[in-house]
C-alpha cells in the first residue's frame, strides 16, 4: 500500500484513538472528581458513544482499529487483508493518541484533582492515590467501588485481573470480527455495526469495571497511565498491569477466530464460491486504475451475498476463477 495511505491511516488511527481516550477517560475523571456522573453505568454509556464515534469517524481511512490488540488480531490471520509492516506504526498511532488524550484530560481537570488530593488528604505516589489515578490507568479492584484500602488489593489476584480483562477483550474480539465479516448477512446495515461495538463495550464495563475498570484497550491503559506517571503518581501497583496487558491480548487474539467461527455455519464459504462462480460477475474499469469485479451469491439460507474488488493491471486471472474458499478474489 503506498505511503502516503499508510499516513493518511495512521493519522486516522491517532486522532480516533485520541476521540476514544479523551471522551471517555474525560467522563471518568468527571464522575470522580466531580460526581457529574449518577453511578458506573453513565460511564460505561459515555465509553460506548465515544467508541461509536470514533469508529465512525475513522473506519473508512485506517478502519478504526483503535485498539493495539485488535490491530494485532486482524494481522495474524489476515496477513493478505491487513500486512504486518502496518502494525507497529499503527500501534505507534494508537499510543499517541491515547497520550496526548491523557495529557489533555490532565491539564483540563489540573485544577480538581488538586482540590480532590486536598480534600482527601492524598499524596501522589502514596498509598490511597490510586483513588485519583484511577482517572489515567486501570487498577483492581477498582479503586472507586471498594477503596485503596490493602485489604481491597486482596479481593483481585493478578491472575483473576488478567483473566477478567482477556473474558472483555475476547467477547470484544467476538462481536468485532462477527459484524465485520463480509458473509455475515444477519446486519441488514452495516452502519450499525459502530453503534453495536460501542453497545458491547457499554455492557462489558458495566459488568467487569467493578473488577478491574475494563480496560480491554492497551492504549487506552498504556497511554495516559504513561501521563500519570511522569505527574507524580509513580509507585502505585503499576507491575501488575504486565499481567493484565498479555491478557488483553491473549484474549483477543482467542476471541477473532470463535467470532469468525460463529458465522461461518450460516454462510458456507465453498457454497458460496460455487454460487458466485456459477452467476458470474460483473467487471468495468475502476476510476484509479485496474478492473473492478463486482459479484453476488445466493447462499442456501436466501440471503444475497455481495463483494466487491479492485483488481490491479497486469492481474490477468478471470474473476469466475479467482475466488478463493472463502468467496473473496485471490490476490
Known amino acids: 500500500m ?44 459515555a465509553w460506548g458513544i465515544a467508541v461509536a464515534l ?68 492524598l499524596t501522589r505516589g502514596a498509598a490511597g492515590g490510586e483513588r485519583v489515578a484511577m482517572v489515567f490507568g486501570e487498577y483492581f479492584p477498582n479503586p472507586a467501588v471498594f477503596g485503596a484500602r490493602a485489604d481491597a488489593a486482596g479481593l483481585v489476584a493478578p491472575w483473576m485481573a488478567a483473566a477478567v480483562e482477556g473474558l472483555g ?18 446486519l441488514p446495515a452495516k452502519h450499525l455495526a459502530p453503534v453495536l461495538i460501542g453497545a458491547t463495550v457499554a455492557f462489558i464495563i458495566s459488568v467487569i469495571a467493578p473488577v478491574t475498570q475494563a480496560g480491554i484497550n492497551p492504549a487506552r491503559d498504556f497511554g495516559p497511565r504513561v501521563v500519570a506517571f511522569l505527574a507524580g503518581w509513580r509507585k502505585h501497583r503499576h507491575s501488575r498491569s504486565g499481567r493484565r496487558f498479555l491478557g488483553l491480548h491473549r484474549g483477543v487474539v482467542g476471541g477473532r477466530p470463535v467470532g469468525c467461527r460463529a458465522v461461518r455455519p450460516a454462510h458456507p464459504p465453498r457454497l458460496a464460491r460455487r454460487s458466485a462462480a456459477r452467476l458470474g460477475s460483473v467487471e468495468r474499469p475502476c476510476a484509479g486504475g485496474g ?41
Open 54 to 121: 470514533a469508529i465512525h469517524a475513522t473506519a473508512a481511512v485506517s478502519g478504526a482499529h483503535l485498539n493495539p490488540a485488535i490491530t494485532l488480531a486482524f494481522a495474524l490471520p489476515r496477513g493478505h487483508e491487513f500486512p504486518w509492516r502496518r502494525v507497529a506504526p499503527y500501534w505507534a498511532s494508537q499510543l499517541a493518541g491515547a497520550t496526548l488524550a491523557g495529557a489533555v484530560v490532565l491539564v483540563v481537570f489540573g485544577g480538581f484533582i488538586a482540590r480532590f488530593e486536598a480534600e482527601h488528604a
Open 2 to 45: 503506498p505511503n502516503h495511505n499508510l499516513l493518511r491511516a495512521c493519522v486516522a488511527e491517532a486522532a480516533g484513538t485520541f476521540l476514544l481516550v479523551f471522551i471517555g477517560t474525560g467522563v471518568v475523571a468527571a464522575a470522580v472528581l466531580t460526581g457529574a456522573q449518577a453511578g458506573l453505568w453513565q460511564v460505561a454509556v
Open 291 to 331: 478492473r473492478c469485479v463486482a459479484y453476488r451469491a445466493t447462499l442456501p439460507n436466501g440471503s444475497q451475498y455481495k463483494y466487491k474488488q479492485r483488481i490491479p493491471n497486469g492481474d490477468q486471472e478471470s474473476s469466475s476463477k479467482g475466488l478463493n474458499d472463502y468467496g473473496h478474489y485471490r490476490q
Open 169 to 186: 477483550a475476547a467477547v470484544l474480539a467476538f462481536v468485532v470480527f462477527a459484524l465485520v465479516d463480509r458473509r455475515n448477512a444477519s
